[in-house]
């Protein structure tokens, strides 16, 4: 969700909040995809966390921003779906 509201605002300060909270929620999915040895997921997130990184931040131009935005949005609804954890043993 955040991924797609951001597209509005690539070009302004308010930007880096927006990489704050992406990134964030990356490293989260990461844990959850390593936890569930689910590998591509976690190779892609950790992607996406390095690439919306706020404080090392990559030279991307804005078309193609704009882009991986909508396919980071899609990547984390696939790995979402994909992803199970398995339950600690009661």
């Not at 991307?60 to 980071?72: D, K, N, S, T």
Request: hydrophobic residues 70%.
């Amino acid at each position: 969700m955040v991924l797609l509201a951001c597209v509005a605002f690539l070009d302004s300060s308010a930007f880096v909040f927006a990489r704050w909270g992406v990134t964030v929620l990356a490293l989260i999915v990461l844990v959850f995809a390593i936890r569930g040895r689910v590998w591509w997921a976690a190779v892609l997130t950790a992607a996406v966390a390095v690439c919306w990184n706020p404080v090392v931040v990559l030279p991307i131009p804005g078309q193609l921003w704009a882009a991986l935005q909508l396919v980071a949005a899609a990547l984390f609804i696939v790995v979402g779906i994909t992803v199970k954890v398995p339950r600690a043993a009661d």
